[in-house]
């Protein structure tokens, strides 16, 4: 089955760029989503197909997708922008829908 | 409003069998692709498996292949999940999850989830 790493954690001062890597063999060739969910709580796509922002999402989160490396990035980052944050893949060999490991963003 | 409402989660023994369904509503259930996922306490999301829209097509995670079965009552706007030869490290919430078909070529994202259902594998 397909395997998508991710940092355990990053940390960012507020106002500042968060970076969350997803890592997969020729990842680029897939599409990724991006979750974030924090506790307690149901999980939210926030990016889905590489870069594309659901309604009600802010500007300040992006995506990319290139060569063996997603990245989700948060610019101008908030204390509510606190959370764990999950990449998708879709695994078309197997049908699976995998998700990366999860890196917890910390607010300093 | 959509919303999904995961019930029959509760306490089971080891080796036992729950069974949890998943109420749809506020939108049309038997147009969309549902899918199972779990989070077991202080850790990461877990997929578990996904169904079609008519039902004819079924994936299921390694973990819980040959113990777990999906399956879906379009009739009745609701999803279910049969667990088999339960474990303890089947002790997690299960998320019922809708996914959009936005693209025919890939999967889509995952766009709304029910708040979930403890199940606890204990003696």
């Known amino acids: 089955s397909y395997v998508v790493t991710q940092p355990p954690s990053v940390s960012v001062a507020p106002g500042k760029t968060a970076r969350i890597t997803c890592g997969g063999n020729?990842?680029?060739?897939?599409?990724v989503h991006w979750y974030l969910q924090k506790p307690g709580q149901a999980p939210v796509v926030v990016i889905y197909?590489?870069?594309d922002r659901p309604s009600g999402i802010p500007e300040r989160f992006s995506g990319s997708n290139s060569g063996n490396t997603a990245t989700l990035t948060i610019t101008r980052v908030e204390a509510g922008d606190e959370a764990d944050y999950y990449c998708?893949?879709?695994?078309?060999?197997?049908?699976?829908?995998?998700f990366g490991t999860g890196t917890k963003v910390t607010v300093l | 409003e959509v919303q999904l409402v995961e019930s029959g989660g509760g306490l089971v023994q080891p080796g036992g069998s729950l069974r949890l369904s998943c109420a749809a509503s506020?939108?049309?259930?038997?147009?969309?692709?549902m899918n199972w996922v779990r989070q077991a306490p202080g850790k990461g999301l877990e997929w578990l498996s996904y169904?079609?829209?008519?039902?004819?097509?079924?994936y299921y995670a390694d973990s819980v292949k040959g113990r777990f079965t999906i399956s879906r009552d379009n009739a009745k706007n609701s999803l279910y999940v049969q667990m088999n030869s339960l474990r303890a490290e089947d002790t997690a919430v299960y998320y019922c999850?809708?996914?959009?078909?936005?693209?025919?070529?890939?999967?889509?994202?995952?766009?709304?989830w029910g708040q979930g259902t403890l199940v606890t594998v204990s003696s």
């Open positions: 506020g939108f049309t259930f038997s147009d969309y692709e």
């Open positions: 999850v809708r996914e959009v078909n936005i693209l025919a070529t890939t999967m889509g994202p995952f766009d709304y």
């Open positions: 998708q893949v879709w695994d078309s060999s197997s049908g699976h829908r995998v």
């Open positions: 197909y590489d870069s």
């Open positions: 169904i079609s829209s008519s039902g004819s097509t079924i």
């Open positions: 020729n990842i680029g060739r897939r599409s």
